[in-house]
């Protein structure tokens, strides 16, 4: 792969991608924010167009959905305007451009998986956010790729969702989850590399769902999957019950959340030439990863 520049390096994704990079011997720049504010979007377009990257991979964003509604002018700059200019310099430089977006810009008012033609209907400030850059992009650079993951896990230095229910789980706290939302996990070791495969030779371009194979879960469900695995691992765990809570009783929740957004990894599947692996057998290899480090 040519000279590739990492945008939101010391992210969840970003970080583990620069690692993953630098473990496969693959010469990588990795932005965080004093490098390359995404706040102005002129400056980050001219920062890119200037840097020796012939690869940009773009993971920085304003991702908590509280913090979009709470600065939805920084949503827009870092989340939509930012992405526009970098896709401009891109297509001026003849540089690829992957830019990450989120399962939140579909419409996930009806359940069953999405694939990447389903329709768009973001539900809050983040997910408008993320489907503008996605629009704003398109129109820039056809030939970008926009690369959806959505409930991504296994970064130990980032914990997620699994790492929640094992931390309650170990102390004995109620496991009570949310059961009527669901989506697809998408496990970062899987997403790093395919977002390497996918930068190296002909890269495709449009929409492209990243994420792991199966039928769509809701938390409540993914939290059961963790403790079985948590089990099998041998994880001391004190509460193993799963109870479920109602999306619309989460007083933390200020924001509304998209009910049925469950990416379908087709496309992925046969781009890559082989199936994509289901989020349980990855839920499993990384809680067993995880039991041995704890
Ligand atoms: N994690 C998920 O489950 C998930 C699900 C769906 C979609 N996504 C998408 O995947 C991508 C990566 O997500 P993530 O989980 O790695 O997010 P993250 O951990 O929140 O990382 C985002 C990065 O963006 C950087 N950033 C924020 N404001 C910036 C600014 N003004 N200028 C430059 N950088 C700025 C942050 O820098 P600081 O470290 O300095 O704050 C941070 O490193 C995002 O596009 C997100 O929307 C993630």
Redesign the pocket.
């Known amino acids: 792969m040519n000279l590739c520049l990492v ?8 970080s583990y991608l620069v690692r993953m990079l630098e473990e496969n011997d693959i010469p990588f720049i990795a932005w ?3 490098d ?4 102005n979007p002129e400056a ?1 377009g001219e920062l890119v167009a200037n840097s020796p990257a012939g690869t940009i991979i ?7 959905i509280e913090e979009c509604l709470d600065d939805p002018v ?1 949503a827009h700059y ?2 939509a305007m ?1 992405p526009q200019h970098i896709a401009r310099a891109c297509a001026r430089q003849g540089k690829k451009f992957i830019h ?5 810009v579909l419409d996930g008012t009806r359940p069953g998986l999405k694939n990447e033609s389903s329709i768009c209907k973001p539900a809050n400030t983040y997910g408008e956010s ?1 489907w503008e850059a996605e629009m704003r992009i398109a129109d820039e650079m056809p030939d970008a790729l926009i690369a ?5 896990f296994g970064n130990m230095t ?1 914990p ?1 969702f699994p790492e929640m229910v094992l931390k309650r789980a170990m102390e004995g706290s109620p496991l009570s989850i949310i059961g009527d939302k669901d989506s697809m996990p ?1 496990f970062i070791d899987d997403l790093c590399q395919w977002l390497i495969t996918l930068a190296q030779g002909d890269t495709p371009q449009g929409i492209l769902h990243l994420c792991q194979s199966g039928t769509p879960v809701t938390w409540a469900d993914y939290a059961r999957e963790t403790i079985l695995a948590a089990d099998e691992a041998g994880l001391p765990l004190r509460s193993k019950e799963v109870t479920e809570t109602r999306l619309d009783d989460q007083a933390g929740f200020r924001e509304t959340r998209p009910r049925h957004t469950a990416m379908d990894s087709g496309r992925l599947a046969s781009l890559l030439g082989h199936p994509v692996r289901s989020w349980q057998d990855t839920l499993r290899q990384y809680i067993r990863t995880y039991a041995q480090n704890l």
């Open positions: 945008l939101g390096a010391r992210g969840r994704v970003g965080g924010r004093a390359c504010d995404m706040y980050a773009n993971c920085a964003a304003v991702s908590g920084s870092i989340n930012s990450l977006s989120t399962d939140y993320k959806r993951v959505s409930w991504v980032r997620s998408t």
